[in-house]
C-alpha cells in the first residue's frame, strides 16, 4: 500500500466519523502497515485487527475503542497516543514506546509487553492479569488500583488484585496464580515450576504475597521444613 493509497483510506475514514457513519468508510485492515509514518491521525474506531505494525510511527494518534487484537505492534511508536478502550488482545507490543500514552480501559488481555516502555502511561482500569509485563519500563506509571510489580527480586512479581505473577526477567519460566493457591502448593508443584531456583524462592514469595494480599497460611511442608532448620 502507497502513501496516496494510505491518505485515500485516512480521509474516508474521517469522513465516516464525522458523519457518525452516514458517509465514508470505516478502516477495516488487516495489512502490512510495518515501519509506516501515520502521526497525529484520527484513527478512532479502526478496525486493524491482525496488521502489522511493527516500527509504525503511531504517536499522537488517536486510537480510541480501535481494533487491534492479534496485531504485531513490535518497537511501535505509540508515544502519547490515546489508546482508550482499544481492543488489544493478544497483541505484541514487545519495545514498544507507549510513553505517556493513554491506556484507560483497554482489553490488554494475554498482550505481550516485554520490554515495553510505560512510562508515564496510564493503565487505569486495565485489566492486567494475563498481561506479560517482564523487564518494562515503567516509571511514573499509573497502574490499576491494587496492581503492584516488584523488581530486584529472583523473578519479577506482579500482582493484580487476587492474582499473583512470577516470571523469569527473560520469560522462559512464569507461573501466574490466586494467592490462595500459592499457599497451598505442594513442594513438587514448587519444584515442577523451575526447580531448585523456585524452591528456594518460594518462601520469599510468600512473605511477598503476606505484605501485599494479606497474611496467611503456610503449607505444611513448608512449615515442617523450617522447623528443622
Not at 37 to 61: F, Q, V
Not at 91 to 102: F, I, M, V
Not at 103 to 129: H, K, M, P
Request: aromatic share 8%; proline share 2%.
Amino acid at each position: 500500500m502507497n502513501s496516496n493509497e494510505m491518505n485515500k483510506i485516512l480521509e474516508q475514514h474521517k469522513i465516516w466519523l464525522t458523519s457518525n457513519g452516514k458517509n465514508g468508510c470505516q478502516i477495516e485492515l488487516a495489512a502490512d502497515l510495518s515501519y509506516r509514518k501515520i502521526i497525529a491521525a484520527d484513527l478512532r474506531c479502526a478496525g486493524l485487527m491482525d496488521c502489522n505494525l511493527s516500527h509504525a510511527k503511531l504517536s499522537y494518534s488517536n486510537l480510541k475503542g480501535a481494533g487491534l487484537c492479534f496485531c504485531n505492534l513490535i518497537n511501535a511508536d505509540l508515544r502519547y497516543a490515546n489508546l482508550s478502550h482499544a481492543n488489544m488482545y493478544r497483541a505484541n507490543l514487545q519495545s514498544a514506546n507507549l510513553r505517556g500514552a493513554d491506556l484507560r480501559g483497554a482489553d490488554l488481555n494475554t498482550a505481550d509487553l516485554r520490554g515495553a516502555d510505560l512510562s508515564n502511561a496510564d493503565l487505569r482500569g486495565v485489566n492486567l492479569r494475563d498481561v506479560d509485563l517482564s523487564c518494562p519500563n515503567l516509571n511514573g506509571t499509573k497502574l490499576p488500583e491494587s496492581t503492584f510489580i516488584i523488581l530486584g527480586q529472583k523473578y519479577i512479581i506482579s500482582i493484580y488484585g487476587d492474582y499473583v505473577r512470577a516470571s523469569s526477567c527473560a520469560n522462559t519460566h512464569y507461573q501466574n496464580h490466586l494467592a490462595s493457591e500459592w499457599r497451598q502448593f505442594s513442594k513438587q508443584d514448587i519444584l515442577d515450576m523451575d526447580g531448585e531456583d523456585s524452591l528456594k524462592f518460594y518462601p520469599r514469595l510468600l512473605d511477598i504475597i503476606d505484605f501485599y494480599c494479606g497474611k496467611g497460611e503456610r503449607p505444611e511442608w513448608l512449615k515442617a521444613q523450617n522447623n528443622d532448620l
